[in-house]
């Protein structure tokens, strides 16, 4: 069996397949399907964070034109279930139930209350602002610490303290590190909350076939096959009778993965009514009712030695869940519970994670989802760590970088592949950094105004979810394999049948690519059917960095059946024996002949089936389901440069240097394209964004014009670059690249704002860091 | 209800529209014309941008009666005999698309910046595309694919 790819496509920057219809206006989102019948549903959410609901009144609603229907919460609970969280992590875990619309309590600002059906989306709008809703408010919680204080409201009743949960992962003798240690460092740093705003907002249109009740749901998601589980574990639909559909889907970034009590109810009116109903999100209302990432305050200290080498990590931290738990709220955080250790190699490690119920809008995934935290906050105290044994953070990285691979760290997990000194080397080199610290030295020399700063993070992110056993050890709800199928056609083009949909990632040209060189087929003979749970394989979907290092080793696999079996049908057709054939191109040859056979002709052969090998069944086709051994852990260097302007507080990135290492690279301009975006979003939780709360639990940042999604006015180009060390986990050693930007540029981008300020004794400053922020650091460090 | 006359992608089109319908409902849901894509209510993210007498426009910012006697461009009638408009093909060879959701109104507001600046530098290719909002590719190749059209240079 051949185990090398032959590089015809694989590893070219091949430009995309999905781009023609996208770039045309053809694109099919949700919102842009429109069937017979359909009618518009609109939800009336509470605009208190907290109240009970003492009356809901419809009738004017009902009475209005064009309406449809108009239900309560109190009419539709016995309607469904509650939502489901898969993952109780603990044994003490509080999981109240949390129903698509509230009945009695309204627990945050948009949590639905009632809902409007009618003829049009513009009079379902107007008819839900006929609802009169009665509420009495009551005293909110929204900040993560304050919940836990005595005396706090209760989000829950049942629920002291709001306390959801406590986890722990501690390993080695940490105590007796820190007692030793002849330095420590205690840091405090704060995640804000994050809104991910993908651009096309959430839909759902549901369909149901009134003679057979087969269910058809279209929504935006990026988890088709985990939200029919869903559907059926909360409305009890049996779930073959089920088919949910991805259209094309505007971005996720983790929030579209979740579990939503919209989809829900669109599903039930449709079953109620009989009709077709359909409800796009409003993006106001997707501040309010779509999940929220980040939330979390976190405790780390450092043990180390006088030289500033890493004995010991402690960490705390506390978590907000909002108001429920939504599909993985809890995990979250355990996402990077192995991470607070970063690039580094402490002997001991102890990690623990409070959850928080807060009346605020649920959290849960969100690009990075606690890799990003825990990168954020081991990358910080590595830096305050260097200015306390005083030396620079290059050199103090270099002292704790784990050598060695594959590499077992405290924590307990199997680092299987990476070089953090070859990231390191390649960025330090293309920053040029003496010369940018010479810059740097004269800038402070003279009294510039606009000072610079100089940041790095060194990373390592654990991604590929995931090994099913390890998810399983760690209670969560379900496994972490995918599952593809590979159809060669009779005619000699092919179909890809993926279990995990793309929402801008390229799987159809990555995969088409892999393919295309596997079977020695065109790229452009390859399709790319996925997302409709009618034809897909069962997969596990669409996030944490997996498609390629679960579901295109999956497909690697698939191929290798495919090609086993054309290699039975030509040793048979050809008269050899299999030992006698060489396999390259999609051909097998006879050794030392012209005879031969391409896997385009075994295909026809196998479909025609008149002379196949006894017992053979005819058809080429292949299915692999891969449940990959180990997590993937991408890995690199990202430096940025910071210009610090110190009469405005305006921080403003000059350079930024992204060295990755993803394994091997199928698409490079794919890869580079996810690395781009990830940054982005990286620096605008570092400068830009942050959803904020008023006392009384109002989302004071509740559109785009008050939560700073950063436009290209704001971003600079990135300098992107790459180091290899391929996965020898799996055969195409490659890693994953959708969350690498986000989770390593954070910490790189504030450690420069720190560093340009440090002049100033300042070394600290809370994300975002704005130019408000940035200028009251100065301020007050002047007086 | 009023009557609106108006030049839609080279065809006049005549309709009755509610005075308060946006123009990019009218396109979406009277025309049949979703390429032009909506992503916020505050006309902050640019999804929905159109050519307007050849400037762009935010088409959630019209109402549809406003529209009356104007010509219109959507990202349907960019391309011409079945070649992509040189915008166009530069964002699919700088892989300045991910998901493709603010793509349309992105790539009008990059034609008609072309349109007046035909050789803008970085800096004024993200200032002039500040009001249109991108979430996957950080902006690095669309400012790129925006450089390579110039290059190529672009007429409406």
Redesign the interface.
Known sequence: MSSTLEKTHVGQPIARKEDAKLLQGQGRYVDNITVPGMVWAVLVRSPHAHAHIKRVDVSKALAAEGVVAAFTGADLKDSWGSLPCFWPVSDDIKMPPHLPLAVDKARYQGDGVAVVVAETRALAKDAAELVEVEYEPLAAVTDVEKALEPGAPLVHDDVPSNRCYTWALVAGEVDKAFAEAAVTVSERYRQQRLIPNAIEPRGVLCEISPATGDITVITSTQAPHILRTAYTLVLGIPEAKIRVIAPDVGGGFGSKVDVYAEDMVVITLARRLGRPVKWIEERSEAYLATIHGRDVVQHIELAATAEGKITAVRTRLTAAMGAYLQAVTPGVPLLGAWLYGGAYDPIAYDFHCTGVFTNTTPTDAYRGAGRPEATYAIERAVDALARKVGKDPVELRRLNFMRGFPHTIAAGLTVDAADFDAGLDRALEILDYEKVRAEQAERRARGDVKQLGIGFSTYIEMCGLAPSRILGALNYGGGGWEAMSIRVLPTGTVQVVSGTSPHGQSHATTFSQIVADRLGVAYEDVEFLHGDTAVSPTGFDTYGSRSLPVGGVALWHASEKIIDKARKIAAHTLEASEDDLEYAGGRFTVKGTDKGMHVKEAAFAAWHAHNLPDGMEPGLEAQHVYDPPNFSWPSGCHACVVEVDTETGDARIVRYVAVDDVGNVINPTIVDGQVHGGIAQGVAQALYEEAVYDEQGNLATGSMVNYLVPSAAELPSYEVDRTVTASPTNPLGVKGVGETGTIASTPAVINAVVDALSPYGITDIDMPASPERVWRAIQEARQ | MRRIALTVNGTRRDAEV?P??LLV?FL??TLG??????????S??G?CTVLVDGESVKSCTMLAVQADGRELT???G??QNGS?HPV?QA???A?G????????GM?LAAVSLLAENPSPS?DE???A???????????????KAVQQAAGMGVSV
């Open positions: 509610e308060r319908q409902y979406r849901e014309l979703t390429g032009t894509n909506v992503g916020c209510d505050t902050s993210c999804s959507t990202i349907e960019l391309a992509l166009q964002f699919h060879e892989h698309l991910q998901c493709g959701y603010c793509t349309p790539v970085e290719i993200r200032l595309l500040e009001g249109n909002l991108c979430r996957c590719t950080g902006y690095h190749n669309i400012v």
